[in-house]
């Protein structure tokens, strides 16, 4: 069974930073890209970054580009999401969300997280 | 970006009754595989997105036959064939053709 667990979120002031992970299990990791997606209180779904089963390839909306880096640790089977000077407008659940066709395309998301609140305020 | 519109914002639905939403993106999502890249998800009240229909006209695995995805190019069709309680939520398209995934803006069916 295909489970992913997003953890890392919380309160933050304006201008810090945070790291989310996913932990993935269930199928081969490292062949399938991977994805955050996020969605403000009461608002709608928005993509924010992918990265590539291999780790060789990386995408970024470019709401984030630049203060956001997604990685993964294929080991340990766990998808990352770094984010630094973070601003209100970045509250939000994160979720992660597994590509269905391979390492480096997405047709459609299969399985997605629960989900991990972050909160930026002072 | 490929910006994707849907309509309408609300669909209130009287159960065992037709309900259809649409979407439609600012450029083509045919891509020259044959495929379009426009998905169908659902977001039940309180829980995370599933999808439903991927490809444009495929159901996801377990999602009932009463859901039909159609369309292609840039406009793209989810229907139900006859509502449920239990299909309530928000609805949501999203184009896969490129990065940025872009979803719609949601349609929040509810009942009657």
């Known amino acids: 069974e295909v489970q992913l667990l997003e953890s890392g979120g919380g309160l933050v002031q304006p201008g810090g930073s945070l790291r989310l992970s996913c932990a993935a299990s269930g199928f081969t990791f490292n062949t399938f890209l991977m994805n955050w997606v996020r969605q403000s209180p009461g608002k709608g779904l928005e993509w924010v970054s992918a990265m590539s089963g291999s780790g060789s390839s990386t995408y970024y909306s470019d709401s984030v580009k630049g203060r956001f880096t997604i990685s993964r640790d294929n080991s340990k089977n766990t998808l990352y999401l770094q984010m630094y000077s973070l601003s209100p407008e970045d509250t939000a659940v994160y979720y992660c969300a597994k590509a269905h066709c391979g390492d480096d395309c997405t047709d459609y998301l299969d399985y997605w997280g629960p989900g991990t609140l972050v909160t930026v305020s002072s | 970006d490929i910006v994707m519109t849907q309509s309408p914002l609300s669909l209130p639905v009287t159960p065992g009754e037709p309900a259809s939403i649409s979407c439609r993106s600012s450029r083509s999502l045919l891509h020259s595989n044959g495929n379009n890249y426009l998905d169908w998800y659902l977001q039940k009240p309180g829980q995370s997105p599933q999808v439903l229909i991927h490809?444009?006209?495929s159901r996801a695995s377990g999602v009932p036959d009463r859901f039909s995805g159609s369309g292609s190019g840039t406009d793209f069709t989810l229907k139900i064939s006859r509502v449920e309680a239990e299909d309530v939520g928000v609805y949501y398209c999203m184009q896969a053709l490129q990065a940025p995934l872009t979803f719609g803006g949601g349609t929040k069916v509810e009942i009657k």
């Open positions: 490809l444009g006209s």
